[in-house]
Each structure stands twice: as structure tokens, then as C-alpha cells.
């Protein structure tokens, strides 16, 4: 989702790139079929083309970040913030309604179970006791337009402690890959993978 | 001293006890607090104790603002602690039990108890509808049958079980209870019991059976008490309807590693390897190969408000990035490492470590044409500095791309840091490392150079 910098080396950089990508290009059952476009981006292009060379000059002080880089990552963590809280306060008091906050095609990797689709992960939220969820850290990464095919994605990163049906409480890290989906009037963040793992699943 | 507390209207008897104790130092209650109808009754030793309250009475007031009031009055040393068993009666009943205990079956049967010869031949009274004689039970089972299993109550014309509620804190071990031929009329009496995790429980005979209209009823009801019995009175109960879902099952349910397929894994399982071996005995400069020019790399450490004291990971701390803490947002993009060169000369500057590729528990959790998210969970060691020696568990997330010669190129790169539990350490670090080999481990600073751009030979 990021622009590649302007300097002349990643230009070569990203054309490399391009290539590579066709070349791996090609499955249309992939999640990320349409490649998003927004203001925002349009925005951030053209501030890429004005050029930024400082960004390559400016040698190791972390400061000189392009203009661009920044919008991503301001926009990454409010679409995590406001992900996170929905998600959970969903997970514990409204589970039924859970399934609307993925992908159709969206999986869940649950303490090394696979769960893919609508249909079989509102099963698995279903047998699932009640929770309740306590979010104590989190952090998230906009993820490479490289990796993504220009998709607006973010990588959102969460650890905590949960209860299943009040029972002993559980450390827990859980991954998600937002993806954002362009509606009539806004944009919706919409979970493509979720991978969930207890800290302590193995001596529990 | 004897206090009541009253409430003028119907109250919710637990409520008021638990309103009560708040304002009250706790010991006070501990000496045969119970509830009479609409009053708690406890006892109190001091006059000056039991004065103080007596000032409350009408002061202090219940969740719906009513005034409560407070009755004391003398009395003599409660039952409980006057019927308490001196040490030779203690002894007598120790050894009692014993002959009863049946080793090989971890099982206790006192039917008929108080007739017991050897207690009767004593002058012993012990009637287990008494707190003091059922206390004095569960103390021997506790010290002296700490695994029990099985405890046969049948016949003791039990009518109540408040002593032996604590049966939960004290044999939380027992998994079958006879209860049966007593004179128990409510199942109430049986919730007092919540919590132990009954899977056989026998109680015909109690006038509390005859109480249902029919027996699914009362299987449901002893159920809602006991959700994992699988036995009532001698009958194999149907299974549940609803999934068990406490925590076995839950845990039940976790798996190790999930690759997905036999390539993802030889392909991840590599690249980590390789990774780790340059990570934790090379040139940090050279993971520089892994990395895509514009990648991101952030880590996060727990933070514990109860412990301000500097944590053992204060290394990691001037890094960390969790956004629950961190608001703001210049920060948050400062602490976002971006560019390869800068994630580079980030990692050279953190501790150095071992991992224990043993410990390792890798998802892959998400695959297209142009990406591959994987997590890797599992131990390191510091060895250097003051923390050498420290375990520390881990959790990277790595999001990838396909790069050259079938390896990986990685474009953001989550790192979770904690210190490990002493449990999830043991044995884990008597395992050697990986020995590293000259051609893998220490690359021609050349090489490193001249693949910058894509992974250097030994990550493909």
C-alpha cells in the first residue's frame, strides 16, 4: 500500500519488482482481487511524485521519512485502534455477529486449527464458550502494497488475557490482516486472516 | 459476643453478608458466620469489637440505601469452637478414617460414621451434620488423603451440608460422592457444593429425589450443580446437550505448528533457520538480505503498571511500540523502524541471543500469490549482559514476499517479547543448539554486500 520512494535506486527497485510480480501474479481466487484506490492514495501519490530525496541522503537519522509513510502508518492505527475495540467487545458480548467482521473467503488459524469461510467460522464462534477478553498490548505495521497488490492492508498485532466461560484465565497473541473494502460512502476494515495462539497452550 | 445483623424487609441474604463484610475487618467472620432467615449471625471475642459495631447498627445501609441494623448480645463460646476436638479425639478419628481408607481405590467410606465401635468405644461423638465433626473430617482427608477420589457420606443422616461445602477448597480432588440414605431435602443444599468437579454422585434415599416431577428434571437440576457428572445414582447420564466447553475442552482443542502444506513447510522452516543462525551467532548486518528496501519492523514488550520497577527487558524498552501505552502519533511512527537499513541497524543494537529452534511453534496463517504471513512462537536466551542467562519467550510475526531462488523477502517483521515462565523453560535449553557451520554462519562481509537487495545465498 506504501509508494515506493522516489530515489533513482528503489525506481529500479520497483520496476524489479513489478516483474516479479507479474510473474507471480495470476490467482484469481485470492483474497485481494481488487486493487483499492482512494483520495487518500491519489493523495500520497502525487506527494511521491513531487520527490523526496532527502529520504535516501539523509543516511541513518530515522527522521527523514517520506510524507507518504506516515499517513499510512497514521491511518494503519486508527483503522487498528477502532478495529481492536470493535473486535473484542463483539467476540465478548455479541459473538453472533462476529462472522460480519471477516472476509467471505477469510481464515482463522485458532491454536494451530484451521478455520476457512463464513460458514464453518460461525461454527467455530459458536461452540466456542464465552469470553471475556482483556486487550493489554497492541501494535500494527501497514503492510507492503509488494505483498498486498496495492490493497490497502494493515497487520494488526494483539496480546492480552482471555476467560472461556469464566474459567482460568489465558495469555494469549493474536495476528490479524486487515484489508480495507471500498462501500458506497466509506471504507470498511475487514479481517482476510486471523491466527490466535495461547501463550501457555501446550502446559495448559 | 453474639451479633446480629437484621434487615427490616425481605433481603437477599447474600448480598447483605457481602455488604456487611466490606466495612468490616475480615476475621470477624470467620467464627460460624451464617445466615438466619433474614439476619447473618456471627460471633466476635472483643467487647470493644462488638461495641463498635453496635455504633453502626442504623448507619450503614444496603445497595437500596435501607438503613441496617445491628444487634449484640453476650453469649458463651459458640459450638463450633466449644465442640472443637481436642487432639485425642483428633487422633481417634485420624486413625478411624484410616481403617476406612481404602489405598488402592483412593476411596473413603464413612457410611454409618457416628456408629463406628472404635469411635463410640472412645465416647466420641462425631454427628457430621456438625460443622466441628465435619471440619475436623475434611482436616484428616486433607492432611492425610490428599488424593482422594472417592467418599462414601451414605447414612449420617446428613440434612445440610455447610461443613461440607468445604469439601471444594479442602478434597478438591473427590470425583465421586455418596450421599445417598441422608436426609437431604433441597437441592440447595447440594449448590453448596458448586465448584467440585463431580463426575459420579449417588443420592437416592434423600427425601430431595421425590421433589422432581420427573427425572429428567432432576437430572438437570443436580446437573446445573455438577456440569461434568457423568453418573447419578448408578445410571450413566446422556451427554449433554450443549458442547462441553470449559477449559479442557478449550485446550483440548490447541495443536502445534500449522504450515498448511509440506512446501510452506520445508520453505519456512528454512528461511527461520537460516534467520535465527545469522540472527543469533552472525552479522546482524547481513539479515540486511532478508529484508525489502522499504520494510517495516516494530516489537512490543509487556508492561506491567503493579511492577514499575525497571523490567529485565528494559533493553527492549526504549522500542516498544504497543499502541495501548504509546498515543502519541509522532512516536508511533518513530518507533515504526522503516527501511531496511534502519530495522538493520536496529536489530545490531539488541541484545544478543539463542533461540531454541526446539521450542519453536510456527503458523502460517495467511498465502497468496504475492505474500505469506507467518508467527513464530517460542524461547530465546540472553547471553550477554545482566540479563545472561534470562529466557524470554517470543512471538514474530514475518509478512513475506516471494523472492528469488524460492526464498523469502520479508516486509514487516512484528516481534513480541516476554519474559518466560519458569515452567515453559525447563528441559528446553538442555537440548543443544544448532552447532553453526563456517559456510552458513560467517558469509564473506563481500557476499552480504553484493546480495543486499535479495536474500544472500544462505537465506534461499
Known amino acids: ?204 | 459476643m453474639h451479633t446480629t445483623v437484621w434487615r427490616n424487609r425481605k433481603p437477599l441474604e447474600r448480598e447483605m453478608g457481602e455488604n456487611t463484610q466490606d466495612g468490616t475487618p475480615g476475621s470477624w467472620f470467620r467464627v460460624t458466620f451464617h445466615f438466619m432467615q433474614n439476619g447473618a449471625r456471627f460471633f466476635v471475642q472483643e467487647a470493644s469489637t462488638a461495641s463498635a459495631l453496635m455504633d453502626v447498627s442504623y448507619k450503614i445501609r444496603d445497595e437500596e440505601s435501607r438503613k441496617i441494623p445491628v444487634f449484640v448480645s453476650p453469649s458463651a463460646v459458640p459450638y463450633s469452637v466449644r465442640d472443637k476436638l481436642k487432639p485425642e479425639e483428633m487422633e481417634q478419628l485420624k486413625l478411624t478414617l484410616s481403617k476406612r481408607f481404602d489405598v488402592s481405590q483412593q476411596a473413603l467410606d464413612l457410611q454409618r460414621l457416628r456408629l463406628d465401635p472404635d469411635l463410640v468405644g472412645y465416647d466420641i461423638d462425631i454427628f457430621l451434620n456438625r460443622r466441628s465433626c465435619m471440619a475436623a473430617t475434611l482436616q484428616v482427608i486433607e492432611k492425610y488423603f490428599p488424593e482422594l477420589l472417592s467418599l462414601n457420606l451414605s447414612s449420617n443422616k446428613l440434612y445440610q451440608l455447610d461443613g461440607l461445602s468445604d469439601i471444594i477448597q479442602m478434597a478438591p480432588t473427590v470425583k465421586i460422592l455418596n450421599l445417598s440414605k441422608n436426609e437431604l431435602t433441597s437441592v440447595w443444599e447440594l449448590s453448596k457444593m458448586q465448584g467440585l468437579k463431580l463426575e459420579e454422585l449417588w443420592l437416592q434415599g434423600n427425601p430431595l429425589c421425590d421433589t422432581f416431577p420427573d427425572q429428567s428434571t432432576y437430572v438437570r437440576a443436580i446437573r446445573e450443580c455438577f456440569p461434568k457428572l457423568l453418573r447419578l445414582d448408578g445410571q450413566e447420564l446422556p451427554s449433554p446437550v450443549t458442547v462441553d466447553v470449559d477449559t479442557p475442552y478449550i485446550v483440548k482443542l490447541c495443536k502445534g505448528s500449522y504450515f498448511g502444506s509440506d512446501e510452506l513447510k520445508s520453505l519456512v522452516l528454512q528461511f527461520l533457520k537460516q534467520y535465527y543462525l545469522i540472527h543469533d551467532y552472525g552479522d546482524r548486518q547481513v539479515l540486511a538480505g532478508a529484508y525489502h528496501e522499504e520494510a517495516c519492523f516494530s516489537l512490543m514488550i509487556p508492561f506491567h503498571p503493579e511492577d514499575p520497577a525497571p523490567s529485565s527487558l528494559c533493553k527492549y524498552f526504549k522500542d516498544s511500540r504497543n499502541m495501548k501505552k504509546l498515543k502519541d502519533p509522532y512516536l508511533r511512527v518513530q518507533l515504526l523502524k522503516h527501511t531496511k537499513r534502519v530495522i538493520v541497524h536496529t536489530l545490531c543494537v539488541l541484545p544478543k541471543t539463542q533461540h531454541a529452534f526446539s521450542s519453536f511453534v510456527v503458523d502460517t496463517w495467511f498465502q497468496t500469490e504475492t505474500m505469506l504471513c507467518f508467527s513464530v512462537s517460542g524461547l530465546f536466551k540472553a547471553v550477554e549482559g545482566s540479563s545472561q542467562g534470562c529466557v524470554r519467550a517470543f512471538t514474530r510475526t514475518f509478512i513475506a514476499t516471494p523472492a528469488r531462488y524460492a526464498s523469502l523477502c520479508i516486509v514487516n517483521d512484528e516481534l513480541f517479547v516476554r519474559d518466560a515462565d519458569p515452567s515453559e523453560t525447563q528441559s528446553v535449553f538442555s537440548i543443544p543448539l544448532p552447532t553453526p557451520t563456517s559456510s552458513s554462519m560467517h558469509p564473506s562481509p563481500s557476499s552480504s554486500r553484493t546480495s543486499c537487495r535479495h536474500p544472500p545465498p544462505h537465506l534461499r
Open chain 1, 1 to 204: 500500500m506504501r509508494k515506493s520512494s522516489s530515489s533513482s535506486s528503489s525506481q529500479g527497485d520497483r520496476e524489479r519488482h513489478q516483474g516479479d510480480r507479474e510473474r507471480h501474479q495470476g490467482g484469481s481466487g485470492d483474497v485481494f482481487e481488487q486493487p483499492h484506490t482512494s483520495h487518500g492514495r491519489q493523495e500520497s501519490r502525487t506527494r511521491r511524485d513531487s520527490g523526496n530525496p532527502a529520504e535516501e541522503a539523509a543516511g541513518t537519522t530515522p527522521m527523514a521519512r517520506p510524507m507518504d509513510f506516515k499517513i499510512y502508518v497514521d491511518q494503519a492505527c486508527k483503522a487498528a485502534e477502532e478495529f481492536v475495540n470493535i473486535y473484542y467487545e463483539t467476540m465478548d458480548k455479541r459473538r453472533q455477529a462476529l462472522t460480519r467482521l471477516y472476509l467471505d473467503k477469510a481464515t482463522l488459524v485458532w491454536n494451530g486449527n484451521v478455520v476457512t469461510g463464513l460458514e464453518a467460522l460461525t461454527k467455530f464462534f459458536d461452540v466456542l464458550p464465552s469470553s471475556e477478553f482483556q486487550v493489554n498490548m497492541l501494535d500494527c505495521q501497514p503492510v507492503h502494497e509488494q505483498a498486498t497488490q496495492a490493497q490497502a492492508t494493515v497487520l494488526v498485532v494483539t496480546s492480552g488475557t482471555v476467560k472461556f466461560d469464566g474459567n482460568r484465565q489465558h495469555y494469549f497473541n493474536q495476528n490479524f490482516l486487515l484489508t480495507a473494502q471500498s462501500t458506497a460512502d466509506n471504507i470498511v476494515w475487514k479481517i482476510a486472516s486471523d491466527c490466535f495462539r495461547f501463550q501457555d497452550w501446550e502446559s495448559s
